[in-house]
């Protein structure tokens, strides 16, 4: 019998999920497997005009057993059977309701082709106007004031917002809905074969960063403060578990349906979970002092502090300080760009229209994606050559919204300081530089309020892939970037916790240190693009000031 122990980390993204299963002495990491959500790719249940993105719960059940399934036979059953403990992270807040058994909705025949009762994607934004109406109740609530460790705004992304819109839109799925479950706490309830809603637990990053849940008051909000924005959210308050879980901790033993599936023991620990990003932060080696950028589709930039260092704070326009969300006995800290990578899909796009659509029935669609591929390529190869004055082309990066600094997902975009002799790579350079912009106004805003920021650790598919994008992130924010060699970062985070869940060490911190991958790139500030730089982040400023205040 081979000694060496294993875990399996798996992470749900936007488009696909992603396990790995680690040594837990080593780090090594021993298989991989990737699975696109099938439904997602084809656009089903989603209208992207107006930010609404749903994912079918089918797609994460298919996805589970086809990734954790195809690392265990890569593995080889000898390692399969010394798997110790699986940990998953998601998207987030990325929520569902389900019934008193706690199946998801649309996993039921009457619900399965019905939008509302399938998961409710991180960046749908249909619960714009919910979360007006609590930041308003908030803003007014004498007794306790709910929104300080959420940074003073409650967001549409975020967990309430979207149940009081589904409430509201569906009396189907009001009326069938026991309680409201967040992605990353449905999993190891699945997992482990549970099948009472009354016995899922609440992780506390999740909880904390999109729930308003706080022990300092007590929990989650109290049910007066949720009939005040609405009485339909009452009696879901009521039913909310308020035994919140740290993701060092386990959730129960791998049910013996799910471990037949993935040729696994019922002895595996199944951990707690949490979202993708701070359980990315751990697979990134973050420390105190420096901010990890897990940099995709969107970011989530991630800070830890010690709660001594930290004091009584309140850090105004975050999304949030949580006690443990991150590391046990440290704040964890949440800021990001509601766009980055998708700012620079999006103008992929737009160049690909006519191919895509005008020419569809007379160029082969893989030939299409060859060209896509090659042109993005050639467009990034090109856009590191543009020299952008004073008179390029500008760029404001909030083509989904501002999520931090000050959260407000109706602010829209620009791209402006065009001519008749503005070529591709110059725009596409105004945006890349716009992405970087935003995440500089981020630092800003964190070191006004006297956090320290030493370095940026940056992980991700955009860190590795594009020296491009992170080389002008350096020269803008004036700072070295670290880059960790795990591609699967947030994977790897996961299965560094589920060793912690397992026993296999003390705390979360040791866990890192033995089975942490280290870095292989950092990238240096240019100096000499600094004076160019800091001219057009001011222009930058102006402009989203002009837009941030324009009228309705």
Sequence with gaps: MNAQKYTIGVDF???SVRAIIVNVETGEELATAVFEYPRWKMGLYCDPQHNHFRQHPQDYIEGLEYTIGACTAEAGKAIALNVCAITISTTGSTPVAVDERGIPLALLEEFNENPNAMFLLWKDHSAIRESEEINKIAANWEKEDYLKYVGGIYSPEWFWAKLLYVLRAD???RAHCYTWVEHSDWMPFLLTAKTDATQLERNVCA????????????????GDFFRAIDPLLEPFAAKMNCNVVAADKSAGNLSEQWATRFGL???VKVGIGAIDAHIGAIGAQIQPGYLTKIIGTSTCDILVVPKPDFGNRFIKGICGQVDGSVIPGMIGLEAGQAAFGDVYAWFRNLLMWPLQNAASNIIDP?????????MFRQLEEKAALV????????AVDWFNGRRTPDVNLELKAAIMQLSLGTEAPAIYAALVEATCFGSRRIIERLREQDLVIKGIIGVGGIARKSGYVMQTMANVLNMPISINKTEQVCAKGAAILAAVVAGRYVNVIDAMNAMGAGFDITYTPDPQKSPSLEKRY???????????EAPD
Excluded at 367 to 374: E, H, P, V
Excluded at 538 to 548: H, L, N
């Design 171 to 173: 009396e189907k799925v």
């Design 387 to 394: 020299q952008l004055d004073e008179t390029g082309p500008l």
């Design 366 to 374: 893989r030939l299409a994606d060859k060209i896509s591929f090659d």
């Design 13 to 15: 993204g936007t488009d």
């Design 207 to 222: 909880a904390g960063h999109k729930a308003l849940w706080a022990a300092q008051h007590g929990g989650f909000p109290s």
């Design 265 to 267: 023991s019922t002895d």
């Design 538 to 548: 001011r222009r930058y400023k102006a402009v989203c000031q002009m837009i941030d």
